[in-house]
DNA sequence: GTGAAAGCGCTAACAT
DNA sequence: ATGTTAGCGCTTTCAC
C-alpha cells in the first residue's frame, strides 16, 4: 500500500487543526459531502498531484492510471472545487454581461445570444442590469469583480460609473454600442449609418423630404445620434435641409411614439409623411395614434421602425424596419471577450455589425 | 513596529517556493496588480486577521485602528480575493437561475424580477437557458454548480436532467412552475385555475358553453395542463362538457394560434366562439387570422390571452388576459432561494402567487 | 511517470 | 483588542 494512503488517512483525522471549517460530511445538516481531490487521490492509490495531472494535463500520465483515476472521479462524482481552482489559476470561467436594462424584446434578444456563446465557449454568465440601482443609497453591487474574468458592458448615456470602475479593476472588457477601441478596449458596434441610409432613401422614394421625419429615442443615446445623424445626411443629401421638428427625441417608448403623433396629428403634419422612428415601440406608438385618427398606413403615412424586433411582424400592417442583429451583438461581444481573456495582449479592436432595411408593409403602397 | 511586518516583508520576498503562480505586479501584460490582505495589513501595521475582522467583524476592532485600516483599504482599493473567501465560507453570493429559454416577454420579465431581488440581497445572479444545450455531445456546462450558492430551476417540462442534477448535487434549490414542495423542494407556483375560471366564466356570459375553446401550449407543460384542466373544470360545472376539440394543444407560440384559428375558420368555428388562448402570442395568431377571414373582434369573437405580456396592450383590439405576475415569480423565487441557502433546516415551501382576469376589449362588447 | 511540498488569499480558532 | 497559525482544495514546480 502506497504511503500516500497512510499519510494522509491517518494525518488527517486525528491532526484536527484549530480551525474547522465546513462540514466535509457533517450529518444533521444538508451539506454537500463534498468530495475531494484527496478522497480521489486515496481512493485511485496515487498522489493528488496526478489526480490534478489527469483533469488538466492528461498526457503527463500513463494511460493506465489515469483510466484508473477516471474510474475513481466517476464513481466518487468528484468535481474539483472551483473556488480552490480560481484561487491558483485565477480564473472563474465566468463573465459579466451589464445592460442598461434586461427588459424587453431588445435586451432579452441580446442576452440570448450572449448566453449561447458564452455556452458553446464554456464560460457562464452573469447577468447583471443597471436599472434597479442605487435605490438605497451608495452600495452598488458592482458585478462582481474578482470573480469574473471578464465584462461586457452596454454603456447607453455617456461614460457611466460602471464603465469607469470596469477600468480601474483592470478586468478584461467589452463595450457594447460604443466604439471605444482607440481608447485600448474592444466594442461591438452596429452600423446604424447604413441601415438608416436605406430607411431614409425608401421614404425619400415616395415623400418628399420636407415631410420625412426622425423619431428617436433619448438624444444623449448613441444610436440614436448615429441614427438621427445619418437621417440628417441623407435629407441634406437629397437638397433638403430638414428643419428642428423633422428630427426629434423622445424615448425608446411606445409611449413616447404616441406622443410624437399626437402631437404631429394636431399640426395636420401625419398625412403625407414618412417616419422613420427609433426603434420599432415608437414606430408602434405612431401607428396606433395613426390608425385611431383614421391616418391610413401606408397609404397616407409611410412608418419605419427600427431593431426588427417580433413587434414589427406582430402588427398589422406589418412593420417595415431596420434590422439590428441583436443576437448577433450578444455572441460578438462575449466572443471578443473571450479572446481578450485567453490573450490580452492582443490589440483592441471593433466588431461592425451590420444593419439593413427591411420592406414589409407599412412603407410601400400606392401613393397618397 | 510589530514583528509581523518583519516576519512577512522578509519571509516573502525571499522564500520564493517552488510554486510561482498568477503575477503579483507582473509587468509586460496587463494583469491586476491585485493587492492582498497582505498589503493591507502591512500598510495598517496591524496583522492580516484584524483587517480580516475590520471586514466581517469589525465590532472586534477598537474603532481607531479599525479607522487606520479601512483607511488603508480605501487608499490601496483592496478588494477580498472571493476565490480564497469562497474557499473557506463556501460561499460566493452567486444564485444560479436555468430557464427554458430566456427569449420573450415572459422570461425576461421574469428575469427582470430575479435580477431585481438579487441584487436587492446583494447576491449576482447567473443565467443559463437549456435551450442552446446538447448539440454537442453530452457536454452539459451545468450552471457552475460548485459555484453557486443556490439555483432556480423552471422546469417545464417533466423531469428534466437539470432538476435530477440538482438534486443530486444537493445544492439549495428552488422550482418554478412545479409544486414539489412535498418532496422537500421549495416551490413557486402561480395559481392558474383563479385566473382561467375567471376568464372561462368570463366568456361564458356572452358565449354558449359549447362554443368555448381552449387553446393550448405543451400538453406537457405544467402550467397548460393546469389551465386546460380549470377550463375543462369550469364548463362542466356550467353544465356542459367540452369535447375534444374545444381543448387543443400545440406551441406557445404565435404560429400555433394561427394555425388553430385556420383550422377553425374552415370548419366555421371562429364566428360566434370564445376562446382561451394559452398565452397572449396564441392569442395574437387567433387575432390576426380572425381579423384577416373578417370575423370581427369582440363583436363575432372573444379572445382571451394569458399572461398579460406587453403584446395584450399593444394589439388592436386590445387584449383581454390573464394576468401572471411574471416578475413577482422571479422574485420570490430569488427570495425563497436566499432564505434556503441561509437557512438549510428550514421547512421546505410552496410559495402561491395570484392569477387575474384583466378584461380590455377583445372579450366585451356587444353580442352577436 | 509520479510524488512531495509550497502556497494562492483568506477566515477563524486559539493564544495572548 | 490584537496576533499567530492552520488549513480550505487546488495547481505546479522540483526532485526522483
Redesign the interface.
Known sequence: MPKSDFKYHAAVPDAKGPHK??AKSDPG?????SVSIHDVADAARVSIATVSRVMNNPRLVSTKTAARVQEVIKKL?Y????????????E?R?LGIALP?????F???L??GA??EA??L?Y??????E???DQEEG?R?S?????IDGLAVMITDANSPLSREAR????PTVVLDTDLHKRGVDSIVVDNAKGTREATQHLLESVPPSRCYFVGGPAENFDTQQRAGAFTETLIASGCTPDQHQVTFGQYT?EWGRQWALAAASHHTLNGSGVLAGNDEIA?GIM?VA?DSGVEIPRQLRVIGFDDT??AT???PRLSTVRVPMREVGAAAIRLLVQRVED??AEPTCIHLPTALIIRESSVGPAQ
Open positions: 471549517p465546513a445538516n444538508g451539506e454537500r459531502p462524482g468535481v474539483p472545487n472551483p473556488f480552490a481552482q480560481g484561487l491558483i489559476t485565477r472563474s465566468v436594462d434586461i427588459y424587453g424584446e435586451y432579452s434578444e442576452l440570448r448566453d449561447g455556452r458553446r464554456r457562464h454568465l452573469l447577468v447583471s442590469s436599472s434597479h440601482d452600495r453591487a458585478p462582481a469583480f474578482g470573480l480601474e479593476s483592470a478586468i411606445l408602434c396606433q390608425e417580433r413587434l406582430l402588427v398589422r490580452r495582449t
